[in-house]
């Protein structure tokens, strides 16, 4: 059988109670932190930086998932590893020697995956594939959490499960935005191992629950 793992995303936490969220996520069934950084140039948003990452590492107990959202993340691969990224994942659209940040992450220590925004298809990673631990397919245009998954999503996924499986790949394939209990077990079906959850698993009456179902609904 089969079972997403879960990857709540900080970004929707309460960043004055950040300790209390991050001891919540510990206790919960999820199994990754999703760390959002945003630099206000690739995205239209700044979120949080290197001290605040530092600061959850010290509390969290299951890995670090880091989706950069800066342009040229180059610049900070080795940085972001010494605090304690245990998976950084770089935007496709935002670095243009690919293969040279993939291999500068891995010789960090990290996990090293490639994100494409909507707009990016899937076939654009046919010869890197056997580079990526993991592949994140945004559902929605990034930047914001609160937004509404994008239906176009499936089909990406199915298409790229293809890929990875002729390739004879054990590749991972993630997806961030607008997850709920709604579109959760679909974008397993389809092919997804990782789903990213913000404000469905923050803004719930109870998280630890809500994630214990996201984890029960997506075990084939
Ligand atoms: C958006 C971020 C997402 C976001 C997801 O740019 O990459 O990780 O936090 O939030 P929800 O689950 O609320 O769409
Ligand atoms: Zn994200």
Redesign the pocket.
């Given at each position: 059988s089969k079972q997403a793992i879960i990857a709540p995303?900080?970004?929707?936490a309460d960043f004055a109670n950040l300790q209390r969220d991050i001891e919540m996520i510990n206790k919960s069934e999820a199994d990754w932190f999703?760390i959002?950084v945003?630099d206000g140039q690739f995205?239209p948003?700044i979120s949080y930086g290197m001290p605040v990452i530092e600061a959850i590492k010290k509390h969290a107990t299951k890995p670090l998932d880091v989706?950069l959202?800066i342009e040229k993340p180059e610049r900070y691969i080795e940085t972001f590893a010494k605090i304690g990224a245990d998976i950084i994942t770089v935007h496709y659209e935002a670095t243009v020697h690919l293969h040279r940040t993939l291999t500068q992450i891995k010789n960090a220590g990290c996990k090293a995956g490639v994100v494409l925004n909507l707009s990016t298809p899937v076939s654009v990673l046919e010869d890197i594939l056997p580079e990526c631990y993991m592949v994140l397919i945004?559902?929605?245009?990034?930047?914001?959490?609160?937004?509404k998954?994008e239906e176009i999503t499936y089909n990406k996924v199915r298409k790229l499960k293809k890929m990875i499986t002729d390739q004879g790949l054990d590749t991972l394939i993630e997806i961030?935005?607008?997850?709920?209990n709604k579109n959760a077990k679909q974008l397993v079906e389809a092919g997804a191992d990782v789903l990213?959850?913000?404000?469905?698993?923050?803004?719930a009456e109870n998280p630890i629950e809500t994630t214990a179902d996201l984890k029960k609904i997506t075990t084939l």
């Open positions: 995303s900080v970004l929707a999703h959002d945003m995205v948003n989706h959202m945004m559902s929605i245009n990034p930047g914001f959490g609160g937004q998954f961030d935005g607008g997850v709920t990213v959850a913000g404000s469905y698993i923050f803004n």
